[in-house]
């Protein structure tokens, strides 16, 4: 079992800069790939960036890529979502997800894969 927390989240303007962060409780979370999702009222869940255990390999979705930065501190169980020169797009409750693997370089961006959520931490961009 993993229990993920969120935060970070706020108001900001557009082309400002946030860092979200997600900690993580057990003494497994050095196995588990990371991910970061965002959901906005009436829409699915749509995948952010992923980020495998070893950090070796990181994705993105295309909308975002280029502005923000997946990152994660096993040593301090947390994984981070630096984001650049938001818009308004970009608003949406974003959340952190983890997948146990047995690879050390295994991610993905498939939402089905991940077995754990946080609540979400909601990030607004106003104009």
């Known amino acids: 079992q993993v229990l993920l927390v969120e935060s970070g989240g706020g108001l900001v303007q557009a082309g400002d800069s946030l860092t979200l962060s997600c900690v993580a409780s057990?003494?497994?979370?050095?196995?588990?790939?990371m991910g970061w999702f965002r959901q906005i009222p009436g829409n699915e869940r749509e995948f952010v960036a992923a980020?495998?255990?070893?950090?070796?390999?990181?994705d993105y979705a295309d909308s975002v890529k280029g502005r923000f930065t997946i990152s994660r501190d096993n040593a301090w169980n947390k994984v981070y979502l630096h984001m650049d020169n938001l818009t308004l797009d970009d608003t949406a409750v974003y959340y952190c997800?983890?997948?146990?693997?047995?690879?050390?370089?295994?991610?993905?961006?498939?939402?089905?894969?991940?077995?754990?959520w946080g609540q979400g931490t909601q990030v607004t961009v106003s104009s």
């Open positions: 057990g003494r497994t979370f050095s196995s588990h790939a």
């Open positions: 997800a983890a997948k146990p693997v047995n690879s050390y370089s295994f991610y993905t961006a498939f939402r089905s894969s991940y077995e754990y």
């Open positions: 980020i495998s255990v070893n950090a070796g390999t990181t």
